[in-house]
């Protein structure tokens, strides 16, 4: 069976730049990285690794709504600079990168959806929990600085829903990390409630009348923001990637 390890570039890279004491080591950083992906691959034994980077055209999410992701700090230049090297080295030890447009999370979430949609196995390496939301067969979350899977229980619990509620706990909460805006006056405690009593935003907005009156004015004045922020959140997982997945066969370089 193919097992595909697909590993967030960005979100590595940063992690592990932001954590070494002297930010012009860019040498230690590529050292750090490789060392961090042959770590992955000891673990996981993949068939096939792909690390996916976000690219510099605008995305689709922030055409749609402009303040999307706005005020998130902007990577640090000399690591901007760095990374078209980063990424030959990374090749050098058979461990190839699979560059987006614009964002890499809908590029990684169709190729989690390819690769099962064929009975294989994939393997996300992120810590964005946005990832969660993909439930099909033969998907996971594996978080490389805890050393362990996404605890999906831990996260149902902390926010307050069922894993399968996410999008729709997002529609209308928001969420704060990306500039999701949700519906204004409706906070996660709020939402959590809500999906609680009536399980997903269709059944919510089937229900206004068995709300307060100032809730549901809320809900009804916030509905095209909910849809808004509701698609702003999904993931794709239909993009035409025009990939091999033999270009991506993983295998040590010494073996």
């Known amino acids: 069976m193919n097992r595909l390890l697909i590993i967030d570039g960005m979100n590595l890279v940063r992690r592990l730049y932001a954590a070494q004491p002297d930010e012009q080591d860019l040498a230690g950083l590529a050292q750090r990285t490789l060392n961090a992906c042959q770590k992955l691959c000891r673990h996981h034994q993949p068939s096939h690794l792909a690390i996916v980077w976000d690219g510099e055209q605008e995305s689709w999410r922030k055409q749609l709504y402009p303040d999307y992701k706005k005020g998130r700090k902007p990577m640090p230049v000399m690591l901007a600079d760095y990374l078209p090297q980063l990424k030959q080295l990374l090749a ?28 294989g196995e994939a393997i996300i390496v992120s810590t964005d929990k946005g990832f969660s939301q993909l439930q099909f067969k033969g998907v996971q979350q594996w978080d ?99 990939l091999n997945l033999s270009q991506y066969r993983w295998a040590p370089q010494n073996s």
């Open 92 to 119: 050098t030890a058979n461990m190839h990168s699979v560059n987006a447009e614009a964002e890499a999370d809908d590029v990684i979430a169709t190729l989690a959806y390819k690769i099962c949609q064929y009975d």
């Open 144 to 242: 490389h600085f805890a050393n362990s899977w996404l605890d999906i229980e831990a996260l149902e619990q902390k926010l307050g829903i069922g894993r399968h509620q996410l999008l729709d706990f997002m529609a209308l909460s928001g969420d704060s990390g990306n500039r999701i805006p949700g519906i204004p006056g409706i906070g996660p405690k709020s939402a959590a409630e809500l999906l609680k009593s009536f399980r997903s935003l269709a059944n919510i907005y089937n229900a206004l009348d068995k709300l307060g009156q100032k809730q549901a004015e809320k809900l009804r004045s916030g509905y095209d923001m909910a849809r808004l922020s509701y698609r702003l959140a999904k993931l794709r997982t239909d993009l035409e990637l025009h």
